[in-house]
């Protein structure tokens, strides 16, 4: 079982949603600009959220948000995107591990996005538990208890979207 989010987050979430005007079944499609302060908290809080979800069903501390380098997440998520390979750009931002969802499809809706972040993280998780970091790194580096903070950057397309989570 997973807490609830934050009541932090919820409002936030909450306040962002109802400033988009109309209800979620009528309303376009939100911009896909990530770079927007208000798409960004909530994208970083669900990535973020999640990961900590999953580390407190085993006990694990939490990791703080790592925000002092989300201009370096984004852009390490669009390098990734322009030359196709995850991975590519890995310890740009000083991470000291990274997992990736390249190019995962999702439109530009903010709960297309919100869904395939949750989508992202639940199948690096799944991958554990085990030993061998070949087959169950993602899941290891999420369960490291060496690692303080988590930080996740995202490049969208019209039908796509890169997800970077970098540990440290």
């Given at each position: ?60 501390a939490?990791l ?20 196709g ?30 869904r ?16 061998d ?21 995202f ?14």
């Amino acid at each position: 079982m997973h807490p609830a989010p934050s009541s932090t987050f919820l409002g936030f979430l909450t306040a962002f949603l109802m400033g988009c005007g109309g209800d979620a079944s009528t309303s376009s499609p939100i911009a896909p600009d990530l770079n927007t302060a208000s798409r960004r908290a909530v994208l970083d809080s669900v990535c973020v959220d999640q990961v900590n979800a999953d580390r407190s069903s085993l006990s694990l501390a939490r990791l703080q948000d790592w925000t002092d380098s989300i201009a370096c997440f984004t852009r390490q998520a669009a390098l990734d995107d322009a030359g196709g390979t995850a991975h590519s750009h890995m310890g740009m931002c000083s991470e000291r591990a990274q997992n990736t969802c390249p190019g995962w499809s999702s439109d530009t809706s903010l709960s297309n996005q919100v869904r395939t972040i949750k989508s992202c993280v639940a199948m690096m998780w799944a991958e554990g538990p085990g030993s061998d970091y070949n087959i169950h790194g993602h899941y290891i580096n999420m369960t490291q208890t060496g690692y303080a903070k988590v930080g996740c950057g995202f490049h969208q397309t019209l039908d796509k979207i890169w997800i970077d989570m970098d540990l440290r």
